[in-house]
């Protein structure tokens, strides 16, 4: 039997609920004590939203999006929606937990939080109606970099066809000021420290599987189609004068 002082605990999602005080049985006999605690919990100390949370962004003007049904694009919504409210439970959490425990819970936090950025990332980077622009500023750099817009896109395809789950992402390095495609392995393993996100792709299966099937490279094509180049050229204008 272990006591636990403070700890944050959630039905499935629905709700977050805090507890304190309270003793916990192990195995078949905890589960039970838990879901006991969060019926009681329920009806006495729902946990009302805290200040500083994360707040979902609306990405639903891009419904109608070319070669993204709308139920691929409502589900991809709802699964970015659970990585902002796990970052916000995970910063609850940490708070609240300590030693084992809390290690465990800070080594997930980059996890949540990065799946949650990333998305945002590759969903305002999408819904575009301009073709890319071969006299911008980007273009001489992507021409500098890689020999070519063409041999830079190439190059980004083959990154985003890498097996695995994970992102495609280009990146600008204010540092050395130039520009690398890179593979994120999952949603935290393989970022560029100090590094500004350019353009970012989703290669995990849930965002093209119930479209395209396995045929990732078709996914990807209709992606290009749906660049929001604008928004990418904003990106890496704004790196580029941080730097
Ligand atoms: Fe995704």
Known sequence: ME????????????????IHDVYIFGGTM???????????SA???????????????????????QGFSDSLLKMHFTLYHGYVKNTNLLIRLIEESQGYTFGALQRRFGWEFDGMRLHEFYFENLGGKKPFDHSSALNKMLDRDFGSFKKWKEDFIATG????????????DPKADRLFNVWINEHDLGHLAGGDLILV???????????????RAKYIEN????????????????AVIRR
């Open 201 to 215: 792709m989703d290669v995990w299966e849930h965002a093209y599987i119930t479209e395209y099937g396995l045929d």
């Open 30 to 40: 905890k589960k039970i004590f838990l879901v006991f605690l969060i019926f009681i």
């Open 3 to 18: 006591k636990i002082r403070k700890a944050w605990i959630s039905d499935e999602g629905k709700n977050q609920f805090f």
């Open 161 to 172: 066809l890498m097996r695995g789950i994970g992102w495609a992402i280009l990146y600008f």
């Open 43 to 65: 009806s006495v100390v729902a946990v009302e939203k805290q200040p500083g949370e994360y707040e979902p962004k609306d990405f639903s003007h891009l419904i109608g999006m």
């Open 223 to 238: 992606f290009f189609k749906n660049i929001d180049w604008d928004a990418v050229s904003s990106r890496f204008h704004n």
